[in-house]
């Protein structure tokens, strides 16, 4: 009967598709597990005008086959036919093409643009993730009960209404069709996530001004983004309540915020960029090197480029240039990740496009540790062999006295160890450094063991010692690295500590506040880097900025 059929369909004899294995000794290894049997998989092609389906289920029928399935052939590359493919450079520095070719996204994916609103008219912008439970009929009803009203197509924040139309800035356009354009359309441009789909919303209000971007972080996280894109921030906005939004989205929704890290050509941190849990993307050019407006510094986590083609308003297409840019490069990016590998947390889809990176500070020497693990990949995100990903999640830094790190100090820096991929095979060795002439490390190095994927270890009965040594001027910023070293695998992290303060930590019964030499109360600097602000019964600081005034009269 197969002979005949075969014969029937026009194909050739089957022949066996891995004919250097030959069957097992054995059924079962010693721990009980079935070995597979490579010597008995065979492949066969035809001709005839079959449906493939039909072939399948009669060979299937006759009852003498395990499985019978299609041969599915990989592609290295998969090139799009939008017509402005060609001016996107950054889709082939990240390796798009090659990566489309394993995996061109999942429409459940979805990224979350938190910007000045999209266009809905625009020809190359109809990816959007539609809320269904709503509905498109604009009743008046918030039909889904979620607390919006008719907000089936997005939902802008600030204006507290169903249209996410940008007003003023085409800015959130031009970054939606960076992520999300639709690609594949025979019109215009390719967004990085393909097939994965976006949700606008939009955080400015009619003058352009983003009044409500944490807000918009939040309805992101609650309408079902895996993925959200932050292209704004500024300097010194990372309290609290930034950080709180950011804790929620992420642990809370289990996505992964993405956001531009600055355009200031300076090392001076920007929020949310900056804020524990961020994937924080820095600016680089055509050449991999970084671009002279982009923000640098140890709070970046990766690089992408930063000046693309894209869609914009009136229907249009431009180049516009800045961290803006590649944080949804990125961002789409990161969208693939997720649809290949679902199981992912956010957190673990970040993890994984740092630990591809290629690195690029040959290019970028005078800026070495500054840039993250290099610029993102995305073929290699989803094609690398598995490795660890072990990152300091809580840190504490102590003199166990009153907080203030001053000249005789030994402080004790210890906190959690989270491994977000692979197992660590091998135990994992954490090891404190410094360059700094002013302190001196007593004992570097703690052993956190192996390290199961998403397991948190610490060093709280084995903390790393240093000494702080004289002749620091006042308020000297110290920088530490810490390597973690497990076989083959090596990653480093770097922070800052702040020694030879000139104010003093108060902490006594159920208050707290710092006291300084300059008058000021709270804190040493306007940035809030230095002091306890204000705590009340152990509560985030109360106190944004405080000044005492005495009289001697009336």
Request: charged share 10%; net charge negative.
């Amino acid at each position: 009967l197969l002979n005949d059929y075969l014969a029937k369909i026009a194909a050739g004899s089957p022949v066996k598709m891995f004919p250097l294995h030959n069957k097992p000794e054995t059924e079962r290894n010693a721990q009980g597990l079935k070995l597979s049997d490579l010597s008995l998989i065979y492949s066969f092609e035809y001709t005839a005008d079959v449906k493939l389906e039909k072939v399948i289920n009669y060979l299937l029928s006759l009852g003498c086959f395990e499985y019978v399935q299609p041969w599915y052939l990989p592609k290295i590359s998969l090139t799009p036919n939008d017509t402005s493919v060609g001016l996107q450079n950054h889709l082939g520095i990240i390796n798009a093409f090659n990566a489309w070719g394993v995996n061109n996204g999942d429409p459940s994916i979805v990224v979350g643009i938190t910007d000045t609103g999209t266009e809905y008219t625009h020809s190359d912008l109809g990816n959007i993730a539609f809320n269904t439970a709503d509905g498109p009929v604009v009743n008046g009803l918030d039909d889904d009960l979620d607390g919006y009203i008719d907000n089936y197509q997005g939902w802008d924040v600030s204006m507290n209404d169903r249209d996410a139309t940008f007003q003023v800035l085409a800015h959130g356009v031009h970054v939606t069709g960076l992520s999300s354009a639709t690609t594949n359309n025979s019109n215009g441009v390719a967004g990085v996530g393909w097939n994965c789909k976006y949700l606008p919303v939009k955080v400015s209000n009619a003058s352009g001004v983003l009044n409500s971007a944490y807000q918009g972080i939040t309805y992101a996280a609650d309408h079902g983004c895996d993925i959200i894109n932050c292209s704004w921030g500024s300097a010194g906005a990372g309290g609290p309540m930034e950080q709180a939004v950011v804790d929620y989205a992420t642990i809370n929704k289990g996505c992964l915020v993405v956001a531009a890290a600055g355009n200031g050509g300076n090392n001076i941190p920007v929020f949310p960029s900056a804020l524990n849990y961020v994937l924080a993307v820095a600016n680089t050019t055509d050449s991999d090197v970084k671009d002279g407006s982009s923000t640098y510094g140890y709070d970046v986590d990766v690089c992408a480029p930063g000046t693309c083609y894209s869609t914009y308003g009136g229907n249009g297409y431009t180049t516009s240039s800045g961290t803006s840019m590649a944080s949804p490069v990125t961002a789409g990016a990161a969208a693939i990740v997720k649809s290949f590998f679902p199981t992912y947390t956010g957190l673990q889809v970040g993890e994984r496009l740092k630990v591809t990176c290629d690195n690029i500070y040959s290019l970028n020497p005078g800026y070495v540790n500054m840039l993250g693990n290099g610029r993102i990949n995305l073929y290699r995100a989803l094609t690398d062999p598995a490795v660890p990903s072990v990152v300091n999640t809580l840190r504490n830094v102590t003199d166990n006295n009153d907080e203030a790190f001053v000249f005789g100090d030994t402080l004790s820096i210890f906190g959690d160890h989270t491994n977000y991929l692979a197992v660590t095979t091998t135990s994992c060795t954490a090891t404190l450094s410094s360059t700094s002439p002013y302190v001196m490390v007593l004992d570097g190095t703690t052993a956190l063991g192996v390290i199961n994927t998403l397991q948190t270890v610490n060093n709280n009965t084995d903390h790393f010692r240093v000494e702080i040594l004289t002749g620091a001027p006042v308020n000297t910023v110290v920088t530490f690295q810490l390597t973690y070293t497990a076989g083959t695998y090596t990653q480093s992290y770097w922070f800052d500590v702040t020694i030879n303060v000139d104010y003093i930590n108060i902490s006594i019964n159920d208050v707290g506040t710092t006291i300084t030499s300059r008058g000021r109360l709270g804190y040493n600097t306007d940035a809030q880097t230095q002091g306890l602000g204000f705590v009340y019964l152990g509560t985030n600081s109360l106190l944004y900025e405080m000044s005492s005034m005495t009289g001697t009269s009336a």
